[in-house]
């Protein structure tokens, strides 16, 4: 990641919830292909997500809606995962795996964490504001994007449609 992103997504922070916009009810385009390690060496693919629900978020140590918004995700993921969802949380922090691992045991982060690579971001487009996250369907397309902090009503709101698709 280089410096001009990180500070775009630094001044972008303080913006997020003002400019947060919920996506419309449509797909939006395939999720961008990616395999990728997580912090802790696995590989993660996006062909391997196909067939689930999954909820992309990108998002950074020091951004604080991100960590806001971390419980959520994480008690959403254990409530869910055994019903075919998945969350990836798309790290833009500049620093090491062993740097973010024990960010990740201080909140419990129980969903694969990747220090997403400029080429992702590029793929994915979040736009120049953290957290920003999508919900990708069982087809792989994505079918939300939210700039700003995700809620749990949110998550539950799409997860029930998107499972009955």
Not at 34 to 49: N, Q, R
Not at 87 to 102: L, T, W, Y
Not at 133 to 161: A, N, P, S
Request: proline content about 7%; overall charge neutral.
């Amino acid at each position: 990641m280089n410096r001009l992103l990180s500070l775009l997504l630094a001044a972008a922070v303080a913006v997020a919830p003002a400019c947060a916009q919920g996506g419309r009810d449509s797909a939006y385009g395939p999720m961008p292909s990616f395999t990728l390690p997580d912090i802790e060496g696995a590989k993660v693919s996006s062909a391997a997500l196909k067939g689930k629900i999954v909820v992309v978020n990108f998002w950074a140590t020091w951004c604080p809606p991100c960590r806001a918004e971390i419980p959520d995700f994480v008690a959403f993921y254990e409530a869910h995962k055994s019903e075919g969802l998945e969350i990836i949380g798309f790290s833009v922090d500049e620093m090491s795996a062993r740097d973010i691992k024990p960010f990740v045991e201080k909140y419990k982060i129980s969903y694969p964490v990747i220090l997403v690579d400029r080429e992702t971001v590029r793929a994915f487009d979040p736009g120049n504001a953290i957290p920003t996250t999508f919900i990708v369907d069982k087809q792989g397309r994505i079918r939300y994007k939210q700039v700003g902090l995700m809620d749990r009503e949110t998550l539950d709101t799409w997860f029930g449609r998107l499972s009955k698709e």
